[in-house]
């Protein structure tokens, strides 16, 4: 058993030290919006924020996040209120298919906390996520908006 404390709430998961973050958050929890994708760290489909960096939580271990603050894609909106960066993926049509925008949100939402003004060189050094729609261009549109909002 291990506490976590998820989206600002302290939630009591029964797993294995060594199971996948992944896992604990949507079999345990029952937040979905964490994608598995490639199970590997590669694709970013489980990208979630651990202490305000995002990580790919298919292979870091429960153990890992014991007291630590995680975010994911269902705390990343405020008093019901959307992040910009969720705003400018609706604003600039990105997601098709959907199925890995809520990890690229989440890896857009921690680089524009890290550097609020990002280049087109920055976000291809740091928005490595996969998608498979191929929707990159309304992407970098996206972030580019978010960081003017």
Do not use: F
């Not at 992944?22 to 990208?47: M, S």
């Not at 790919?56 to 405020?78: M, W, Y």
């Not at 989440?106 to 996520?129: F, G, Q, R, Y």
């Amino acid at each position: 058993m291990a506490a976590l404390t998820i989206n600002g709430k302290t939630q009591d998961v029964n797993v294995d030290p060594d199971t996948p973050l992944l896992w604990a958050l949507r079999e345990q929890v029952g937040l979905t919006g964490t994608k598995y994708g490639c199970g590997i760290a590669q694709c970013g489909a489980c990208t979630v924020h651990v202490d305000g960096v995002a990580v790919r939580s298919c292979s870091l271990p429960v153990s890992a996040v014991v007291g630590k603050k995680i975010v994911t894609i269902e705390g990343l909106a405020q008093n019901g209120v959307l992040h910009k960066v969720q705003k400018a993926w609706l604003e600039h049509d990105v997601p098709q298919c959907g199925y890995c925008q809520c990890g690229m949100i989440m890896a857009v939402a921690a680089l524009l906390s890290e550097k609020p003004k990002p280049t087109d060189a920055d976000i291809d050094a740091n928005i490595t996520n996969i998608c498979r729609c191929g929707t990159y261009q309304q992407a970098r549109a996206a972030i580019h908006a978010a960081a003017h909002a």
